[in-house]
């Protein structure tokens, strides 16, 4: 059974970075068949997809538009996990963050979710 | 910027059948667009009830099922208990090989 643990600050200053990872267990984030996403939920902005990265004999990223300028995701295969930057954020950006695991159109596991607060 | 709509609000009687839609601010949903509902309670992650229009989630009781209903997506859900009462949110694969989430629909059983 795929589990995901997500790791990172809760608090981030104002036009700092954000980053937070997603350990995965039972799968692997080079799958072939598997996306994984990063969704945060606000009360402003509902339920956001920032984009999907996945492994088809090579990496693919695709970005939501609203924070294509500022956003990465890192896959990083030796320790199975991938994260997320997302660069000069701002108040509009606290939200929860969840990690997600994306198969066969649309069948999401999510992970526990992390809020963070932007912050000085 | 294509926006996904959905109801802000329904209701539903115990024991009675509910049916929430999902559309497009621009042209018609269709299994292309691989609609999927995700259920949440307050204070919880979402958990997924139907992907890929109408496929059934691991443990999803056949109370709840898809489809695609004229130019939307839908979701019914029939014999509607106490605990179906929380927030259902549908999410649509757009171009640029990105999915959008709609505002969600706050279902109330009463």
């Known amino acids: 059974q795929v589990q995901l643990q997500q790791s990172g600050p809760g608090l981030v200053k104002p036009s700092q970075t954000l980053s937070l990872t997603c350990a995965i267990s039972g799968d692997s984030v080079s799958s072939n068949s598997g996306a994984w996403n990063w969704i945060r939920q606000s009360p402003s902005r509902g339920l956001e997809c920032l984009g999907r990265?996945?492994?088809?004999?090579?990496?693919?990223?695709a970005y939501a538009l609203s924070v294509k300028s500022r956003v990465s995701f890192i896959p990083d295969t030796s320790k199975n996990q991938f994260s997320l930057q997302l660069n000069s954020v701002t108040p509009e950006d606290t939200a929860i963050y969840y990690c997600?695991?994306?198969?066969?159109?649309?069948?999401?596991?999510w992970g526990q979710g992390t809020l963070v607060t932007v912050s000085s | 910027q294509t926006v996904v709509t959905q109801e802000p609000s329904f209701s539903v009687s115990p024991g009675g059948t509910v049916t929430l839609t999902c559309g497009l601010s621009s042209g018609s949903v269709s299994t292309s667009h691989y609609p999927s509902w995700y259920q949440q309670i307050p204070g919880q992650a979402p958990r997924t009830l139907i992907y890929n229009t109408n496929i059934r989630s691991s443990g999803v009781p056949d109370r709840f099922s898809g489809s695609i209903l004229g130019n939307k997506a839908a979701l019914t859900i029939t014999w509607a208990q106490a605990d179906d009462e929380c927030d259902y949110y549908c999410?649509?694969?757009?171009?640029?090989?990105?999915?959008?989430f709609g505002g969600g629909t706050k279902l109330t059983v009463l």
């Open positions: 999410a649509l694969y757009l171009v640029g090989d990105i999915w959008v």
């Open positions: 990265t996945y492994y088809r004999s090579k990496w693919y990223n």
């Open positions: 997600v695991r994306e198969v066969s159109g649309g069948n999401r596991k």
